[in-house]
């Protein structure tokens, strides 16, 4: 669970015109099984996407200053990763799946599952 702390006009004037490069400062905490991983901490936020940033739904890019050290595997587990390191993080996305399919879309992971079949070397 995330609560993410915005100025409210900052937030709707970002969201409103997210063609722009339009990026607030907001306030993070983040909670896993009750306990909290992040506590105040000063993230970036910034609308994200192309084609799926038209959508009323939007995916929300979390930048943070510092890198986050994630070597107690808190944040983000990398069982699902084996391929990457992931004991420091530096952004990560909230995605609402809402939109998935709205047009046809494809989920971001059948591309990722293709690029690791195909043994290309991306992140």
Same mark, same amino acid.
């Given at each position: 669970?995330?609560?993410?702390?915005?100025? #409210?006009?900052?937030? *709707?004037?970002? %969201?409103?015109?997210? /063609?722009?490069?339009?990026?607030?400062?907001?306030?993070?905490?983040? %909670? @896993?099984?009750?306990? &909290?991983?992040?506590?105040?901490?000063?993230?970036?936020?910034?609308? @994200?996407? &192309?084609?799926?940033?038209?959508?009323?739904? @939007?995916?929300?890019?979390? $930048?943070?200053?510092? &890198?986050?050290?994630?070597? *107690?595997? $808190?944040?983000?587990?990398? #069982?699902?990763?084996?391929?990457?390191?992931? *004991?420091?993080?530096? =952004?990560?996305?909230?995605?609402?799946?809402?939109?998935?399919? $709205?047009? &046809?879309?494809?989920?971001?992971?059948? %591309? /990722? @599952?293709? =690029?690791? *079949?195909?043994?290309?070397?991306?992140?």
């Amino acid at each position: 669970m995330a609560n993410l702390i915005l100025d #409210q006009a900052e937030f *709707d004037e970002m %969201y409103a015109n997210y /063609t722009e490069d339009i990026e607030i400062v907001g306030m993070l905490n983040l %909670y @896993k099984n009750g306990v &909290t991983l992040i506590e105040n901490e000063v993230v970036e936020v910034k609308v @994200k996407g &192309t084609f799926s940033a038209a959508f009323e739904l @939007k995916s929300l890019g979390i $930048k943070f200053d510092d &890198t986050y050290h994630n070597e *107690d595997r $808190k944040l983000i587990n990398p #069982q699902a990763l084996p391929f990457h390191s992931l *004991d420091r993080v530096k =952004a990560f996305r909230f995605r609402n799946s809402g939109n998935d399919f $709205k047009n &046809t879309m494809i989920k971001d992971m059948s %591309y /990722t @599952k293709l =690029a690791i *079949d195909a043994g290309l070397n991306l992140d």
